[in-house]
């Protein structure tokens, strides 16, 4: 028998301030592998079949829109007192029903590594139970400050009970069953209980988890669906938990891409980013971090104690050590460092040489060009085949505007050469070391401003 259709929707709980970070910073903005921790919140919810996603803020709030801009103003939902995770569903009550859901999937926004295989099997259980609310266990040897599920002696779910207000005496000892914060509620049936939450207990806030009280005395179909002790889907409150987190995604991520053939040597000092790339044969040696977009191609190889954001490594191309990468692109059989930084708009094309010392930053060094050592290279582009010798300076700033350096094909630029933008460096030109260029130089010419050499006596 197929399993009956559910217009279902999602929220999810972001509003809270997280004082045990110790940090001005929304809690869910706190970043794992360069990610803000609610990335990965939405990031699995997007895997689902939903017909909306909603985001509750209130501390913080306007920094969350900012860094989720994209998902546009209806997204979010402002709760200007944070007075619980029940009244945080209360507040967005009326976003729900008025999209005409069936059901709603609440999580919280703290629960980075939350697997979408866990949401799904919730999801999937509760149509099929029927459910009117049901929720993620864990079970811990360590409850710690997690909400306890207390269960009746046929293992029907009785209540959640808040760590604050729970007292193993009053329940035959300590529960090891705690709450992992992740719900289904059924919106016709669990909607009227909503006006029932009282704060009448020891935070004096209007808990989410009572709605499982209430609906059992109800009558209603609860469901507590127990997903081991899965570390993936605790939550993060404290600077240590969010380490520990990271540490486990970080591992998974380098884990899961050994297993695809990626050599990864020193697995245990690279870092790799969710968004990033790296493809069977490439070569990544820690310590190391890819972070943002990058993408690694195979053959390429990324030495120890490279950093790289929003960045592309080519076929067959090579990064020595201590090179920093930024929304830079390197195309293929290109040598890179070591000690290079390539800066936003930094474009090697095919065959290209980048050496130690050399910065490029939104400059195209064409094919086969090299830049070998000490150099800046800003707001220029190289044709193919040039040389640019150690020393050489694109002096693209005149202290208001940024202007262009060209260097067309097969040019020579010597040692210790500053070339003072505007300024265009003619297709197999040279230009003499020690050289200051302020006007373009035509082709196959060469071009030297230098002093005539003196010999004066030496004063003794």
Sequence with gaps: MSQRTVNAGALVLAA????????????????ILGEPMLWYVHSALSTLPLSGLWTVIGHGADDVRAAFSHLGQDAFIVQEQQLGTGHAVQQAWDAITDAGLDAVLVANGDTPLLPAASLRALMDESIAQNADIAFLTLT????????????????TVAAIIEAKDFRPEDHGGEVHEINAGIYWLNTATIGPLLSRLTNNNASGEFYITDLVALAVAEGLTVQGINGGSDPHLLGVNSPAELVRSEELLRKRIVDGLLDE?????????????PRASVAPGSEVCG????????????????????????????EDSTVLPFSHLEQATVQARCHIGPYARLRPGALVCDEAK????????KATLGPGSKASHLTYLGDT?????????????????DGVNKFKTVIEDDAFIGSNTALVAPVTIGKGALVGAGSVITRNVKENTIGITRAKQRELPRRK
Aim: hydrophobic residues 35%; glycine residues 16%; aromatic residues 4%.
């Design 16 to 31: 809270g301030k997280g004082t045990r970070m110790r940090s001005n910073t929304p809690k869910v903005l706190h970043t």
């Design 140 to 155: 811990l040897d360590d409850p710690g400050a997690y909400g306890r599920v207390t269960r009746g002696a046929d293992g």
């Design 261 to 273: 053939g990626v050599l990864i040597r020193r697995p245990d000092a690279v870092t790799i980013g």
């Design 287 to 314: 310590p190391c971090e890819i972070l943002g977009e990058s993408t690694i191609a195979a053959g390429a190889s990324v030495a120890s104690n490279v950093w790289m954001h929003d960045s592309h490594i080519g």
């Design 354 to 361: 980048v050496g130690n010392f050399v910065e490029m930053k």
């Design 381 to 397: 582009e190289v044709g193919t085949g040039a040389n640019i010798g150690a020393g050489t300076i694109t002096c693209n700033y």
